[in-house]
């Protein structure tokens, strides 16, 4: 099945900064890779994602880079703010089957 | 409109009682998931319903966890005889997989203590 593995665990920056988080995944047939924000208490949220058609997506302070050949995506978050701050996962899936695999999460802090 | 909702958000149980989690998910969402994340962990699958399909129930731990729907509305999970190492989060989401897109809503989560 298919690995989907997330570095760092925990990052730390201050405000202003960029921020970046990468996945690897092993199943080449993936073609979907959300990645999620989740607060604190709450549920995790979809702030985006990008199919295996496209090799970047950006929305605002964010984007997605898909590198299918080495099978690993990142996450970039620009000009950080402390309301970045939360743990972060990225996912991964096929068609044909809408379980996604998700990684262990990545713990972004960002400092005022 | 209304997301996906949870209820109880906490629940405290003692150890061998069993539980039951409710799942309202989005309207008009054919997929519906179940995860377990344990403090500080991943998102743990247990299972996923798609439509009237049989659900795959390939993530469910142990023969004490079980889940059903109704159609396509409302889901519950079930646990029985509750074990310490059942304390978690357990989240439940919904999407469009019917349609090809396959973004998850995901509800806020129960909070299960077992004492």
């Known amino acids: 099945g298919e690995n989907v593995e997330q570095h760092p665990s925990t990052l730390s920056v201050q405000e202003g900064d960029s921020a970046v988080i990468k996945c690897t995944y092993s199943d080449s047939a993936s073609n979907y890779f959300p990645w999620y924000k989740q607060e604190l208490g709450k549920g995790p949220q979809l702030i985006i994602d990008i199919r295996s058609n496209v090799g970047e997506k950006k929305d605002q302070r964010i984007a997605v880079t898909l590198n299918k050949t080495a099978k690993h995506f990142s996450l970039h978050i620009t000009e950080t703010q402390p309301e970045d701050s939360a743990v972060y996962f990225c996912a991964a899936s096929k068609g044909g089957s809408y379980i996604p695999t998700f990684g262990r999460g990545t713990s972004l802090i960002v400092h005022p | ?115």
Do not use: M
């Open chain 2, 1 to 115: 409109g209304a997301g996906v909702s949870q209820s109880p958000s906490n629940k405290v149980t003692e150890k061998g009682k069993d539980v039951e989690l409710r799942c309202d998910p989005i309207s008009g969402h054919t997929a519906l998931y179940w995860y377990r994340q344990r403090l500080g962990q991943g998102l743990e699958f247990l299972i996923y319903f798609q439509g009237n399909s049989a659900p795959d129930k390939s993530g469910l731990p142990s023969d004490r966890f079980s889940a059903e729907r109704t159609g396509e509305s409302v889901s519950t999970l079930t646990i029985q005889r509750t074990q310490q190492e059942d304390s978690a989060v357990y989240l439940c989401a919904s999407s469009h997989s019917g349609t090809g897109r396959n973004e998850q809503y995901f509800g806020p989560g129960t909070r299960l203590t077992v004492t």
